[in-house]
């Protein structure tokens, strides 16, 4: 329900701004190139939203803008766009990257441009009808990894253009390079457009499309508690008129809600005609993309859907690859200090041995030392050495009755016979066979009996 909810309020945001009267940022004078809608439309609403960057941003539809961008695509990927103009105009694309090996990615881009139906006139400025002007462009790239961090990338384009029963047809081709120079947080893209450029003749006059040198700067964070992209891009048309263009865009990508079953992606832009903005929602492998522009004549939106598949990426399978060895480097680690954490142990468990086997020894020593006090007579003495090894004499029956024996012998010559008789009891529950303590038991009952019949008497 707060998904829906929020949907609804940044879907019905650009009509609230438009009825606020928002300000247009002023559009500079430089329309009318030949081929310009190329460079002017977003071909996803990803784009779209973050100001129309394309050259550093890692999709599908960026393969257009720079060839080199499909080796970091993280996997296959198709997108689709559609983005309803002015006056029944419309414009539609779709794009598809696919990874073939390690160093290796293909794609393929298609869209389409239409006025709409537009009232035809003769020279009389008499109406005979209407006519519609449709442009295609097929973009077939190829990118190749050169290096750890560095890649390139091909492109040819075929460009129709038919208007009014005439048709022409163009080919142009593009190179771009790609640098990674700190791993996937920064990327820095170049590329020359129409380097071959095509050129397009309807009746009687041939119209060339301008070079365009490209260079776009992407910074991510992923480690941030929300997760960002900025990105900055940059071009320059090189008409044939010697009137050079530059046009820039900057945009902003933000990362909500991560862990959820619905991260939820918030988009910023500005470039040098509009102000930008939109946002998507991803579920697995798709997302559902909007964005919106603030046009002079009206706000625009763009409705987007992408798809990832397949194979990974040659950027991705060597992130993952790094990862692994990240991971391996870890269990090496891991395993030696289990290794070492055994060995300690196992030293440990000797020297315990070896400490318990020097204990035994030393115990053995002093309980033949307080056996031989005790045939001595000397109980006390005897005793004494008892104590000093108590908790080692613990579980034997034959310590223990050494024990109890030496302190009967003690309390009878102190004269507490009662004292004597229960250790001497003790004893002889312990070992019903212990001839000294049975005879010592009787002795001692005579002499109990004695001092009874003294007690009589008296």
Do not use: C
């Amino acid at each position: 329900m707060k998904w829906m909810l929020l949907g609804i309020i940044l879907f019905f945001l650009p009509q609230l701004l438009e009825g606020l009267e928002m300000p247009f940022r002023q559009r500079p004078a430089d329309a009318g190139i030949p081929g310009e809608w190329l460079t002017t439309l977003a071909l996803s609403a990803r784009q779209a939203g973050m100001g129309n960057v394309s050259t550093g941003l890692d999709d599908s539809a960026s393969s257009v803008s720079n060839p080199a961008e499909l080796g970091n695509i993280p996997t296959g990927e198709i997108q689709f766009l559609v983005l309803p103009l002015f006056s029944g105009a419309r414009s539609q694309s779709v794009s598809v990257a696919y990874p073939r090996s390690r160093k290796e990615a293909w794609g393929i881009s298609v869209s389409q441009l239409e006025s709409g139906q537009v009232e035809q006139t003769n020279e009389l400025g008499q109406n005979v009808g209407s006519f519609e002007e449709k442009n295609i462009a097929l973009t077939a790239s190829y990118s190749r990894g050169l290096f750890r961090q560095v890649g390139s990338g091909i492109s040819i384009k075929v460009l129709r253009q038919s208007m009014a029963g005439h048709s022409t047809v163009g080919l142009g081709g593009d190179i771009g390079l790609n640098l990674r120079p700190l791993g996937d947080s920064l990327t820095v893209g170049m590329a020359f457009q129409n380097i071959l450029p095509p050129k397009l003749k309807l009746k009687n006059e041939t119209e060339t499309i301008p070079p365009t040198l490209r260079g776009g700067i992407s910074w991510k964070n992923r480690t941030h508690r929300i997760p960002f992209q900025v990105v900055l891009d940059g071009l320059w048309l090189i008409p044939s008129s010697n009137r050079k263009t530059v046009r820039w865009a900057t945009g902003t990508e933000l990362l909500f809600f991560k862990k959820s079953l619905w991260p939820f992606i918030l988009r910023f832009g500005v470039n040098q005609r509009e102000y930008t903005f939109g946002f998507g929602l991803t579920k697995g492998p798709f997302r559902l993309d909007y964005a919106t522009s603030f046009h002079e004549l009206e706000i625009l939106h763009f409705f987007g859907f992408s798809l990832r598949y397949g194979r990974l990426s040659p950027f991705s399978e060597n992130k993952i690859k790094k990862e692994w060895e990240k991971l391996s480097d870890k269990e090496i680690q891991l395993n030696r200090k289990e290794h070492e954490i055994n060995q300690r142990s196992k030293v440990e468990k000797e020297r315990k041995k070896e400490y318990g086997e020097r204990k035994t020894e030393d115990t053995r020593m002093k309980l033949n030392l307080a056996h031989q006090n005790y045939i001595n007579k000397k109980y006390k003495e005897a005793t004494d050495i008892l104590k000093g090894i108590a908790s080692f004499i613990k579980d034997d029956e034959e310590a223990q009755a050494l024990v109890m024996m030496s302190w009967a012998h003690i309390f009878l010559q102190e004269g507490m016979y009662i004292q004597a008789k229960e250790h001497l009891i003790e004893v002889v529950e312990r070992n019903p066979d212990h001839e000294e303590a049975i005879l010592l038991y009787n002795k001692l009952l005579d002499i109990l009996e004695i001092e009874a019949a003294e007690e009589e008497g008296k």
